[in-house]
C-alpha cells in the first residue's frame, strides 16, 4: 500500500512523466499482454480476461 489517495498520486505522476495516471496503467497492462502473447500459447481472449478487459 502506498497511503496516498488516487488524486494525490495522479498530481505527482503527470508533471514527471507528462501523462495522467490512467494512461500509464494502460500502457504496462498493454505491454503485459504483448509479453503473455509472445511467450505463451493463450488466445488474446485469455490474456484479454487475466488482465480484466
Keep these: 500500500m ?3 489517495t ?3 498520486l495522479s498530481k505527482i505522476t503527470k ?4 501523462k495522467l495516471l490512467s ?3 494502460n ?3 498493454i505491454i503485459e499482454a504483448k509479453w503473455k ?3 505463451t ?3 488474446v481472449k485469455e ?3 487475466e488482465l480484466g478487459y
Design 15 to 18: 508533471p514527471h512523466f507528462n
Design 41 to 43: 500459447n493463450k488466445t
Design 47 to 49: 490474456i484479454a480476461y
Design 6 to 8: 488516487p488524486n494525490a
Design 37 to 39: 502473447r509472445y511467450l
Design 2 to 4: 502506498l497511503y496516498i
Design 27 to 29: 500502457e504496462r497492462i
Design 23 to 25: 494512461s500509464l496503467i
